[in-house]
């Protein structure tokens, strides 16, 4: 089996499925399906730890939604740090 009939065949199982007319969504979301393959297949080689896709598609998403809920707690932070300080130095 070649490489493009592989990357067919793996993005194939765990499709991002949204509906949309717009013709660029959809190369969007395959893109993105690509790019999790190629991740998925480099995290093999380098760990050399076995782990399904299915499971590295779920802790990359677990990962991301974390990395979100971080970014707004240090903003928080910020903002309330940037209200008590004194720019101009009077």
Known sequence: MGGVDLMDSMIGRYRIIMRSKKWYMKIFYHLVDMS?????????????????????????????????????????????????????GA
Request: proline share 2%; net charge positive.
């Open 36 to 88: 999790i393959v190629n991740a998925w297949m480099l995290y093999k080689k380098v760990t050399k730890k076995p782990m399904k896709l299915a499971q590295f598609r779920e802790q990359l998403a677990v990962e991301l939604c974390q990395t979100e809920i971080e970014i707004k707690k240090k903003r928080q932070k910020n903002k309330g740090i940037v209200g008590k300080t004194n720019v101009g």
